[in-house]
């Protein structure tokens, strides 16, 4: 089993800036995909980044390209999600999975596990 701890969401406005973290508890060692997702109210949830831990490929949405960052951090077995240059239409619920199943890393099916989520929202 494996559990996901996210944290770091918040309230800021337009061209601010979030970290998000994701901490993995249990059987860390048999990830290999581990993505961010997120829901806005009304919306069907989207994937946002993923990474490929062995090698750190990393994989991120058309929508947030050039302004979300990936990073990992094995010995703390945690996953960073930095969020810059930030829109109104970025708000959301963000949530960590993993327990990847399947060939879409960016689709939210095809994930065993997930966290509890963090809300990120942005005023402009």
């Known amino acids: 089993q494996v559990q996901l701890v996210e944290s770091g969401g918040g309230s800021v406005q337009a061209g601010g800036s979030l970290r998000l973290s994701c901490v993995a508890y249990?059987?860390?060692?048999?990830?290999?995909?581990i993505g961010w997702f997120r829901q806005a109210p009304g919306k069907e949830r989207e994937g946002v980044a993923a990474?490929?831990?062995?090698?750190?490929?990393?994989y991120y949405a058309n929508s947030v390209k050039g302004r979300f960052t990936l990073s990992q951090d094995n010995a703390k077995s945690t996953l960073y999600l930095q969020m810059s240059s930030l829109k109104p239409e970025d708000t959301a619920m963000y949530y960590c999975?993993?327990?990847?199943?399947?060939?879409?890393?960016?689709?939210?099916?095809?994930?065993?596990?997930w966290g509890q989520g963090t809300q990120v929202t942005v005023s402009s």
């Open positions: 249990g059987y860390v060692s048999t990830l290999d995909y």
């Open positions: 999975a993993a327990g990847f199943r399947g060939s879409l890393v960016l689709s939210p099916n095809e994930y065993n596990y």
């Open positions: 990474i490929y831990t062995v090698n750190g490929n990393t």
